[in-house]
T-cell receptor, first 115, second 111 residues
Framework: NAGVTQTPKFQVLKTGQSMTLQCAQD?????MYWYRQDPGMGLRLIYY???????DKGEVPNGYNVSRLNKREFSLRLESAAPSQTSVYFC??????????????FGPGTRLTVL | SQKIEQNSEALNIQEGKTATLTCNYT??????LQWYRQDPGRGPVFLLL?????KEKRKERLKVTFDTTLKQSLFHITASQPADSATYLC??????????FGDGTTLTVKP
């Protein structure tokens, strides 16, 4: 039981490049989330998916797109990376379906640097 | 605008003492509140959840209180140990399911 896995662990991009961050969970959870965490700050919600087939914007969605590929996988895409997107990205999942969130289980994070 | 504040960025205490961390919020009506622990280079790990109609929750050496009148949650670690050193995050979750995290408080327990 791996929990929440994220790939890659580290990534360096040049401004304007694109990339997709992958996230998968094996806990049969309904809801999945993408956060970013900047140094000394808390987590800010980028997008979330309450259930398979649905996605909603969070607090800071600009510059990102997401795909809930199936119940297990939720990917985050940067179409044209900018230095302001340098951050640590965390994926999380929770059991509850629908609107009320439950305990969130986090992945180990992806450390992204945009030059 | 909605705001979550956790007390001072850093808290230093002596081993064996009780650590008290504060989470204050404004312009929010959370359905419940969660506390997470985050170690350097790792994702947050869930510790405790308290609902809006609950005053207090306990788990081993941890205790959390929730005062919706004061718009405040207190998180206590009793008999603190150096292994408790970490950053602690509070998260507010609304009835719509949206979660918002505070910036965290870094606790250092000195032997």
């Amino acid at each position: 039981n791996a929990g929440v896995t994220q790939t890659p662990k580290f990534q360096v991009l040049k401004t304007g490049q694109s990339m997709t961050l992958q996230c998968a969970q094996d806990m049969n959870h309904n809801s999945m989330y993408w956060y970013r965490q900047d140094p000394g700050m808390g987590l800010r919600l980028i997008y979330y998916s309450a259930s398979e087939g649905t996605t909603d914007k969070g607090e800071v969605p600009n510059g990102y797109n997401v795909s809930r590929l199936n119940k297990r996988e939720f990917s985050l895409r940067l179409e044209s990376a900018a230095p302001s997107q340098t951050s640590v990205y965390f994926c999380a999942s929770s059991r509850t379906s629908g609107k009320v969130a439950d305990t969130q289980y986090f992945g180990p994070g992806t450390r992204l640097t945009v030059l | 605008s909605q705001k979550i504040e956790q007390n001072s960025e850093a808290l230093n205490i002596q081993e064996g003492k009780t650590a008290t961390l504060t989470c204050n919020y404004t312009n929010y009506s959370p359905a419940y509140l969660q506390w997470y622990r985050q170690d350097p280079g790792r994702g947050p790990v869930f510790l405790l959840l308290i609902r809006e109609n609950e005053k207090e929750k306990r788990k081993e050496r941890l205790k959390v209180t929730f005062d919706t009148t004061l718009k405040q949650s207190l998180f206590h670690i009793t008999a603190s140990q150096p292994a408790d050193s970490a950053t602690y995050l509070c998260a507010l979750i609304t009835n719509a399911g949206k979660s918002t995290f505070g910036d965290g408080t870094t606790l250092t327990v000195k032997p």
